[in-house]
């Protein structure tokens, strides 16, 4: 279970769009579709952004968005503000029925 | 709403035996959902550890190398985490999650998590 790999870090200006990589491997993000992004925002608990590749949950802004291709998943934020400055982690589900996850991506609006 | 709370020491001394809990509030552990726990070593990623199911089935990874149990208690309003033989590389927050479910009944992603409860393990 080698965990996904991130950028260690992305920024962009406030009103602009960022995308964050996640790539695996054909034992996780290649075969399924439980691919899922988690915001942290300084000293606190992760916050379930995307769930299966795409999908947002009730709640979170439509600026977030998720998308997949082959081995590698991506996180997009539209609109960039200074609220959005977090940590962002993804996660698969891995064969073996366990799951794994990125080692974050810290981003900042500059 | 459900709302989830670990609890246990904060501090271990090395070769013993963490254990935390997590309350479940707002729901039944047996109303077919899966629970995890993840943890973050201090300024570091985050980490899956494993899951429980409410039938008692778990999954753990396989990095700890048979040192964790998971468990739902009898009760059913809480799980449990029991890591054996500490290092000091096992200080981290712990987080307990529950695993939202897809109509296929499969788990699909972590969607309410605790609030995560720091321990460190130290002599």
């Known amino acids: 279970q080698s965990a996904l790999t991130q950028p260690a870090s992305v920024s962009g200006s406030p009103g602009q769009s960022i995308t964050i990589s996640c790539t695996g491997t054909?034992?996780?993000?290649?075969?399924?579709?439980?691919v899922s992004w988690y915001q942290q925002l300084p000293g606190k608990a992760p916050k379930l952004t995307i769930y299966?590749?795409?999908e947002r949950p009730s709640g979170v802004s439509n600026r977030f968005s998720g998308s997949k291709s082959g081995i590698t998943a991506s996180l997009t934020i539209s609109g960039l503000q200074a609220e959005d400055e977090a940590d962002y982690y993804c996660?698969?589900?891995?064969?073996?029925?366990?799951?794994?996850f990125g080692g974050g991506t810290k981003l900042t609006v500059l | 709403q459900v709302q989830l709370q670990e609890s246990g020491p904060g501090l271990v001394k090395p070769s013993e035996t963490l254990s935390l809990t997590c309350g479940v509030s707002?729901?039944?552990?047996?109303?077919?959902?899966?629970w995890g726990w993840i943890r973050q070593p201090p300024g570091k990623g985050l980490e899956w550890l494993g899951n429980?199911?409410?039938?008692?089935?778990?999954y753990y990874t396989t990095s700890l190398n048979s040192r964790l149990t998971i468990s739902i208690d009898a009760s059913k309003t809480h799980f449990s985490l029991n890591l054996k033989s500490v290092t000091a590389a096992d200080s981290a927050i712990y987080y307990c999650?529950?695993?939202?479910?897809?109509?296929?009944?499969?788990?699909?992603?972590?969607?309410?998590w605790g609030l995560g409860t720091m321990v460190t393990v130290s002599s």
């Open positions: 996660s698969s589900y891995t064969t073996g029925s366990t799951w794994v």
């Open positions: 299966d590749v795409s």
């Open positions: 999650a529950r695993l939202k479910l897809a109509n296929s009944g499969r788990p699909e992603a972590f969607d309410i």
């Open positions: 707002g729901q039944s552990i047996s109303s077919g959902y899966y």
């Open positions: 429980v199911h409410q039938s008692g089935k778990t």
């Open positions: 054909s034992s996780d993000i290649g075969t399924y579709n439980y």
